[in-house]
């Protein structure tokens, strides 16, 4: 079987594509626009999951579970929102199914059974969750409401592309209620923040924070927090987005709430969420030409095992070792597979596990019984070495936490050296179409300016970072008047 891949150099989208079905992480469905999530796929997947869980838990949310079908009017009782997602809306109009009569064998829609009104399948669910909200808060003693709900999204999508951009995903979704302005604005911070820690600390992808224009603004948000991760070809993948949402949904859906002292206030709202999408920004931050390359904090299996063996004596003294490791392996909480396949010669299970990404693989040997060792290779530098079993452990778990680092610290890297500072329109085309990555330029802070660069340039404002240094200039493309530096990108 060929593993081979097209690289990056040569056709970095044919990669991409090639990786995620090669690796085992995802295929194209029967349903267009719609994939297989595979278990290798959704394993990273639950671990994620697992991660951000623990982390909306340990933040004071609690998880619950809303209708994927909204009625239509529902939908349109935020205007903004409704339009927002109206090109991309999947609906149900009818609710059975017939025998054909011209068609044996064949079934037809029912034209009795038409439903008296059309259901949107959620895009998002601000508009089911709020409508919810109204009978669940009425006084001030039942605010914060802090729920998020893990579910499944339709947004009908008509180029798609596997993880990044699918007619169905997987997401969560945070919904919160607050009493005040500046509770709500501080819960849209905390959890971009929370998602940048997890991008950082467990996906070892460097994040800008930063919020977006009001032309890229959530529809029907007053402010858009986000984080934006840069992939390997230079692109930028917004990889998280937490909403201000003022008191849109809250008087589209009359969610009011008793004061303290007794006055009638409609409540303010927060949304938030991450998707699917982050497993292609996984693979597109780390993987090389041979496969997946995944940090071990997210990897299904840290440790892969293999035994070199030509006799089943051999493969029974090296197995006896190798359970040794593996309990040892176990205490200190690391994933670990023995691959004793005897289907398989070892240099096919090498490959394989390189192109899944497995952090660390140890080969064993007669020779390393006799000797007493190991030998070691890192996915990430490719590189080998022998070690002595006594201690193998604990070095094993250390190493798993350097090449965590090393990921992150070698994104980084990439990250701020595609960072460029830029002053005039023809500077900037330079830089984007060359260089690449985030182009930090004046902007004269209309979105008629952002669109006409857009329109250039496919290039968009990805946010205005929450680092910025306030700063008099000029507007590359106007000579308008600016505040401060924005990041342009191209993006996916």
């Not at 009638?264 to 993987?287: C, D, I, N, P």
Request: hydrophobic share 40%.
């Amino acid at each position: 079987m060929s593993k081979n891949l097209t690289t990056r150099s040569e056709d970095y989208s044919k990669w991409y594509n090639e990786l995620v079905v090669k690796a085992d992480l995802a295929e194209n469905s029967g349903v267009r626009g719609c994939m297989v999530i595979k278990p290798y796929g959704y394993a990273i997947w639950e671990k994620m999951q697992a991660e951000l869980d623990r982390m909306f838990k340990e933040t004071g949310h609690e998880n619950a579970y809303f209708p994927l079908f909204v009625p239509k009017s529902m939908f349109e009782a935020e205007e903004k929102n409704a339009e927002g997602f109206a090109k991309e809306c999947a609906i149900v109009t009818h609710y059975r199914l017939k025998n054909d009569p011209d068609k044996p064998g064949k079934l037809m829609v029912d034209p009795n059974a038409k439903l008296e009104e059309e259901l949107i399948v959620r895009p998002t669910s601000e508009a089911i969750i709020w409508s919810t909200y109204k009978g669940w808060v009425q006084s001030y003693r039942d605010l914060p409401l802090l729920i998020n709900q893990w579910a499944n999204v339709v947004r009908w999508e008509m180029r798609t592309r596997l993880f990044l951009r699918t007619a169905e995903f997987l997401w969560q979704e945070g919904h919160t209620a607050h009493a005040t302005r500046d509770e709500a604005i501080e819960e849209s911070e905390k959890m971009m923040n929370v998602y940048a820690e997890f991008a950082e600390n467990f996906m070892a992808i460097p994040v800008i924070k930063g919020i977006k224009t009001e032309t890229e603004r959530f529809a029907g948000a007053e402010e858009t927090f986000c984080i934006e991760a840069l992939m390997q070809d230079g692109k930028a993948l917004q990889a998280g987005t937490s909403h201000f949402l003022g008191q849109n949904f809250a008087k589209a859906f009359d969610v009011k709430f008793a004061t303290a002292e007794g006055k009638q206030e409609y409540v303010w709202g927060t949304s938030w969420g991450v998707s699917t999408r982050l497993m292609g920004a996984l693979v597109m931050t780390h993987s090389d030409d041979k496969g997946l390359v995944l940090p071990p904090n997210l990897a299904p299996i840290q440790v892969v095992i293999v035994p070199i063996h030509k006799t089943d004596e051999q493969l029974d003294e090296i197995t006896a070792e190798v359970n040794v490791l593996i309990a040892e392996l176990k205490k200190l909480n690391v994933s670990v597979k023995y691959d004793n396949r005897t289907t398989q010669k070892p240099g096919f299970k090498f490959a394989e596990w390189e192109l899944k990404g497995v952090p660390v693989r140890i080969a064993v040997g007669p020779k390393d019984l006799e000797n007493g060792t190991f030998e070691v290779a890192r996915r990430d530098t490719l590189t080998k070495e022998v070690k002595f079993k006594d201690g193998i452990a604990a070095y094993i778990s250390d190493l798993l936490s350097e090449i965590q680092e090393d990921l992150f610290n070698k994104a980084l890297n990439y990250r701020d050296s595609h960072i460029t500072e830029v002053n005039s329109f023809e500077e900037f085309k330079t830089v984007l179409n060359g260089k690449g990555g985030f182009v930090s330029a004046h902007w004269d802070g209309t979105a008629a300016t952002e669109e006409k660069i857009k329109d250039l340039t496919k290039a968009t404002i990805r946010c205005i970072p929450l680092s910025r240094v306030e700063e008099a200039g000029s507007c590359i493309f106007t000579g308008g008047k600016s505040v401060g530096r924005v990041l342009f990108a191209k993006a996916y």
